[in-house]
């Protein structure tokens, strides 16, 4: 059984427009936020990294052998096939990228998230993790089967069903329940009319174009006695964000001979951002051409909200879970603008200072990125530096430099990487 996922725009506007925002009482449930006794925690050398897992355990939902799984499925009275976006959320509850998660947010849990960016039990949260559906077929009870074409991928037990509070859930966590914004567009016009609280049971990761390594695995890379510094991006890397990532090391914040962790988002994310295979592509050909020993690499399959300030709450939670110990919070970072007026959402620094105050309390030291243009006189230095200095500051907007590319001009090289553009330009 197929069971699509959609909501007319026309009906999503009008939900966006004419709801009033209810207020939610207390929350004391836990719901799925909490790894019990009986879950599949990992305890052994590769959670021997410097951090410690959000929550203090690492989940691992993955059956390990075929008769298990071939057991967990015959349990099974329906099967789905998983949006793009829902692959991408099943995954992350499976490894252990969500922990504490075990599962897709039940009602009071979501409610938790939504309104205080916390889990019933106060551990903070950035964005809910829900299981979207229209199906009136599908209740609480079941348990279903969940596809990526004919390859299972993990079995849910439903505990709840609930009508969520969408223009709630957008003005909480994007700020504006207006669709103009992209993840607002995305809740109203993608997302099913139900949400599905559940236990989630992993069968087998995706097969994707590119390697996504679990926590554990991404661990067991990483040393241990050093500090560790995410940089997230959603874009091929240029000139500018190597330097930034690069010379994040050097911050006061970061510890003695630390090391950065490139972990780009390969999911789904803007309409008009590269693919996510094509972005891979760029990252394998420019880890090659720099080959830096105090740079690592990883991809993470993860789907874009662009959700500003909470947005970076969720990617540094996440990245925790992968062993980091620092993340680099670039300006106006999961931003995005008004389809209909171009402004942006949110400000430039508005990411910045929510990581700043949930620095604490989360276990994550956010290390700002710095503004960084290029001279003529002195290559990548500061703007402050740059105009202390009377530098000549060269410029390039990612308008013309997409213009360079499609007319096959060259790029010049303080911009982007040689390797890089040819990747972009082979998949135009």
């Known amino acids: 059984m197929k069971l ?44 021997m990294a410097k951090q410690v897992p959000h929550g203090g355990a690492l989940v691992d939902l993955m059956l390990k052998s075929d008769d298990d799984k071939a057991a967990a499925i015959a349990k099974c009275t329906a099967e789905l096939q998983l949006t793009p976006r829902q692959l991408c959320d099943v995954e992350l509850i499976m490894n252990g990228a969500f922990s504490p998660l075990t599962g897709f947010m039940d009602e009071p849990t979501y409610k938790s998230v939504v309104e205080n960016m916390e889990l019933p039990d106060g551990l903070i949260f950035g964005l809910p993790v829900v299981f979207d559906t229209d199906s009136d077929e599908l209740q609480p009870g079941m348990t279903v089967l969940l596809k990526d074409g004919d390859r299972p991928i993990a079995t849910v037990e439903f505990t709840d069903k609930y009508i969520p509070n969408k223009p709630l859930e957008c003005l909480k966590c994007y700020g504006t329940s207006a669709i103009e914004h992209p993840g607002a567009l995305m809740v109203a016009t993608e997302r099913g009319k139900y949400y599905m609280g559940g236990k989630v049971t992993g069968l087998n990761f995706p097969e994707r174009d590119f390697p996504c390594k679990t926590p554990s695995e991404v661990r067991a890379t990483l040393p241990e006695d050093k500090d560790v510094v995410a940089f997230q991006c959603r874009n091929p890397v240029h000139r500018a964000h190597y330097e930034l990532f690069t010379r994040a090391l050097d911050d006061e914040r970061v510890g003695e001979n630390g090391v950065v962790l490139v972990h780009p988002t390969c999911g789904p994310t803007q309409a008009d951002d590269i693919p996510g295979d094509v972005r891979y592509k760029t990252y394998v050909v420019l880890k090659e051409e720099t080959a830096n020993p105090r740079t690592f690499w990883e991809y993470l399959p993860y789907s874009m909200h662009m959700a500003g300030p909470r947005e970076a709450i969720q990617h540094m939670m996440i990245r925790k879970n992968f062993g980091c110990t620092h993340f680099i919070v670039g300006r106006d970072m999961a931003g995005s603008k008004s389809s209909v007026t171009g402004e942006d959402f949110y400000g430039p620094y508005e990411a910045q200072e929510m990581a700043n105050k949930m620095s604490e309390r989360l276990g994550v030291t956010p290390v700002p990125s710095l503004n960084l243009v290029y001279t003529e006189e002195k290559g990548y230095v500061t703007d402050e530096e740059a105009k202390a200095e009377g530098l000549e500051i060269k410029k390039l907007s990612g308008t013309k430099f997409r213009q360079m590319l499609r007319g096959g001009e060259d790029i010049p090289e303080w911009f982007a990487f040689k390797s890089v553009v040819q990747v972009l330009r082979e998949n135009q």
């Open 4 to 47: 699509a996922v959609a909501l007319s725009l026309i009906a999503g506007a009008a939900a966006f427009t004419s709801s009033t925002p209810r207020a939610f009482t207390n929350v004391k449930s836990v719901g799925f936020s909490k790894v019990s006794s009986v879950e599949s925690v990992i305890n052994t050398k590769l959670e």
